[in-house]
């Protein structure tokens, strides 16, 4: 790799160059990483619906033409001026949000929104200069939230880049870099089940599985999952989850139907739709005294919740969590440990591999709803 250090580096990238259109594959020019930058060599990707979200542009700023893709794993190519804890070779997941380590949240305990480095998901340029390391002939191409993976080579803000132990299989921990680690943390961080309690996990996609995986691992001895489409219950079961719900098979409202199987309420539940209806469910679906509830999901930006303020006077807890409260640097190589020590389960979540060259086939298969993650290698 040391001959490509301080050049530009040609390499492919799946370009979006408009909303909903298939991604094209191009031969892009890849700057050298500026200061506080690396540059990486992308080895496996992953698909993630926020992906697809922002493709589709739907309610969203249009961004184009832009390289998607935020969940991955590859090895550092170079660094740039002021890096001092990566080398070339080293492992590294690259994380849409960051960890200065500097700012207030970064120096809390509590809290994983790093005021530099926090998702910004209409900003396609890097933060040194305001400018692309992308381009086409000279045409700048756009960053996706300081990641940009659907590329052989991209640089990335070294705050947003954890450093992994290098015998972790890149092709399985790529997906810890967003929705894994969002719905596992979002039990083992936020909700902290208790073992043998009952925990409610409503969304039984991706993150939702990944909230059932974080309960089973707590020690839950009942987990409740709640979710629209049916076709969803058989997998969810093989995750852990003791019972599957679908609201739509009941005249009365869910949380009335959890509280009554559960004489009172969930000890827990998890909110992973960003549907403000699931979410209120979410929360009035847990015991008073004692219940919490987390919302992970992201609603529409007209949407209000509302419910009784007796809902909290009776001592239910509301949380909201980002990125499973998780620090991406400091975190993550944890959280890679506990897979290699067969804590945590991986394989489970990667039902589709495909290359980048075909890449719009992961879009296919996530847009019909057949898979949870799709892993696309990158020198196929």
Known sequence: MSATVGQVIRCRAAVA???GKPLVIEEVEVAPPERLEVRVKILFTALCHTDVYFWEAKGQTPVFPRIFGHEAAGIVESVGEGVTDLVPGDHVLPVFTGECKECAHCKSEESNMCDLLRINTDRGVMLHDGKTRFSINGKPIY??????????????????????????????????????????????NVAKPKKGSTVAVFGLGAVGLAAVE?????????????????????????????????????????????AEMTDGGADRSIECTGNVKAMISAFECVHDGWGVAVLVGVPSKDDAFQTHPM???????LKGTFFGNYKPRTDLPVVVEMYLNKEIELEKFITH??????????FDYMLRGESLRCIIRMDA
Do not use: M
């Open 17 to 19: 160059w408009e909303a």
């Open 311 to 317: 809902n909290l006077l009776n001592e239910r807890t």
């Open 353 to 362: 591999h495909t290359t980048l060259s075909e890449i719009n086939k992961a």
């Open 143 to 188: 960053h996706f939230v300081g990641t940009s993976t659907f590329s052989e080579y991209t640089v990335v803000h070294v705050g947003c880049l954890a450093k992994i132990n290098p015998k972790a299989p890149l092709d399985k921990v790529c997906i810890f870099s967003c929705g894994i680690s969002t719905g596992f943390g979002a039990t083992v």
């Open 214 to 258: 974080g309960a089973r691992y707590s020690g839950a001895s009942r987990i409740i999952g709640v979710d629209l489409n049916p076709n969803r219950f058989e997998l969810a079961k093989k995750f852990g989850v003791t019972e599957c719900l679908n609201p739509n098979d009941y005249t009365k409202p869910i949380q009335e139907v959890i």
